[in-house]
């Protein structure tokens, strides 16, 4: 399991700061907004800066920043993910509080409790120690909440550009990290190429239902009881 939190560490601040140029006019891309409730507005300034490194070479960095506004237009939340692709997702938790979810990847994220106006942040010491880094995740593309269950099914994509699967439980979002399970490591055990799979919806009957399989695919579903079950097995693992 990611247990080790840096986000509070000057290790990680100084890691921070040197992207923190690119978050000027200069190198605005664009910008674009969505409304994730009736009462909030998400918008995000896509940032990019690249520059060559020789002749034959360059680099470039893009960056976004997300502002959380209220019916009013006054921001309430600000992040600034400063390398890779941006993921962020609202939901309405079983407390009644509201929560959005925004980061990087399952290494740096940010869970915002909207309602109480708190930020619970976590890092991983992977981050600036890549030899520690337990997850295969290259971006996260889309969460699934099950509000009767409070657990995430987060499908992403890993370093091979193959679709995975890794479930976060939510009874405590106040309290990061939160715990999870890459599923794909369970179904590659029971299901042929059950690595290569992708989350489809949680069911009525409290399940989720999962496409599995690359060259031979199917239909699977996993009850909220076995999937909790792993949860608890491997809380003292390794875990993604």
Same mark, same amino acid.
């Given at each position: ?65 997300? +502002?959380? @506004? &209220? /019916? %009013? ?15 962020? *997702? $609202? ?22 409790? +909207?309602? @109480? &106006? /708190? %930020? ?15 997850? *295969? $995740? ?103």
């Amino acid at each position: 399991m990611l247990t080790e939190n840096i986000a509070l560490s000057p290790q990680y601040e100084n890691h921070q700061k040197q992207f923190d140029y690119i978050f000027q006019k200069a190198h605005l891309i664009h910008t674009t907004s969505q409304e994730v409730s009736p009462k909030y507005r998400l918008d995000i300034h896509h940032y990019h800066h690249g520059y060559l490194t020789s002749e034959k070479s360059g680099y470039s960095i893009s960056c976004q920043q997300l +502002i959380l @506004r &209220n /019916q %009013v237009g006054e921001s309430v939340f600000e992040y600034k993910n400063r390398f890779g692709y941006v993921f962020y *997702h $609202y939901l309405q938790h079983s407390n009644t509080n509201e929560y959005l979810l925004c980061g990087n990847d399952l290494h740096e994220y940010v869970v915002y409790n +909207i309602t @109480r &106006n /708190q %930020v619970h942040q976590y890092a991983s010491p992977g981050l600036l120690q890549p030899e520690k880094r337990t997850s *295969h $995740y290259w971006y996260i593309k889309e969460l699934l909440y099950s509000p009767t269950a409070d657990l995430i099914a987060v499908n992403g994509q890993d370093m091979m550009n193959c679709p995975a699967v890794t479930v976060l439980e939510l009874d405590a979002p106040d309290v990061v990290p939160l715990k999870m399970l890459n599923l794909g490591l369970y179904l590659g055990q029971h299901y042929e190429e059950g690595y290569f799979c992708r989350a489809l919806a949680w069911t009525a009957d409290s399940g989720l239902q999962l496409w599995v399989g690359e060259e031979v695919s199917q239909t699977v579903i996993l009850p909220v009881r076995q999937i909790r079950e792993l949860l608890q097995n491997q809380e003292n693992s390794t875990g993604l």
